[in-house]
């Protein structure tokens, strides 16, 4: 696909002493994670294949990260119960979203999600960049309490069925 598997190997190419774990779904995409990790030599990083849904209830991943990355994932309310669930207490979910109105609809949309998944909205930083169009954010959710282990929800369920 022509999509980037943003914001990991970037980030690790500019902050090199972070341990990262990249989660793909489609075996191709990770395969060629895995290609470019090993190609460019970078340390500490690992490559998971496999769906939010359901890597998130083993329990070596739940509740394990300090910072959980989303780029256009999904809408909030879904995007969250992808990220929360692996995002240990006192950590956060940065996620990229569109600014303005549209981030607003998202937010009232999720303040059932955020209740429930134990997230609370932190701050959200304006992004300004060459060549950007249209108004972006990068949203910060802590994760004030843990998330019940029924979440994430079975696959296709977030998505069909936010909270």
Same mark, same amino acid.
């Given at each position: 696909?022509?999509?980037? !598997?943003?914001?990991?190997l970037?980030l690790?190419?500019?902050?090199?002493?972070?341990?990262?774990?990249?989660?793909?779904? $489609?075996?191709?995409?990770?395969?060629?994670?895995? /290609?470019?990790?090993e190609?460019?030599? =970078?340390?500490?990083?690992?490559?998971? $294949?496999?769906?939010?849904?359901?890597?998130? /209830?083993?329990?070596?991943?739940?509740?394990?990260?300090?910072?959980?990355?989303?780029?256009?994932?999904?809408r909030?309310?879904?995007?969250?119960?992808?990220?929360?669930?692996?995002? !240990?207490?006192?950590?956060?979910?940065?996620?990229? %979203?569109h600014?303005?109105?549209?981030?607003?609809?998202? =937010?009232?949309?999720?303040?059932?999600?955020?209740q429930?998944?134990?997230?609370?909205?932190?701050?959200?930083?304006?992004?300004?960049?060459?060549g950007? $169009?249209?108004? !972006?954010?990068?949203?910060?959710?802590? %994760?004030?309490?843990?998330?019940?282990?029924?979440?994430?929800? !079975?696959?296709?369920?977030?998505? %069909?069925?936010?909270?």
């Amino acid at each position: 696909g022509r999509r980037s !598997r943003l914001p990991g190997l970037p980030l690790k190419l500019a902050c090199p002493d972070i341990r990262l774990t990249l989660l793909e779904s $489609t075996g191709k995409k990770a395969n060629f994670l895995r /290609h470019v990790v090993e190609t460019l030599g =970078l340390p500490d990083v690992e490559v998971l $294949t496999g769906r939010a849904e359901e890597l998130a /209830h083993r329990q070596e991943l739940r509740g394990d990260f300090d910072v959980t990355l989303a780029r256009g994932l999904a809408r909030l309310p879904t995007m969250l119960e992808y990220t929360l669930p692996f995002t !240990r207490r006192g950590g956060v979910v940065a996620a990229w %979203k569109h600014g303005g109105e549209r981030l607003e609809a998202e =937010l009232e949309s999720a303040q059932r999600a955020l209740q429930i998944l134990g997230g609370s909205v932190r701050t959200i930083y304006p992004v300004t960049a060459t060549g950007l $169009t249209d108004n !972006r954010v990068v949203m910060v959710i802590e %994760k004030v309490k843990a998330t019940p282990g029924d979440y994430p929800r !079975r696959t296709g369920v977030p998505g %069909k069925q936010p909270l």
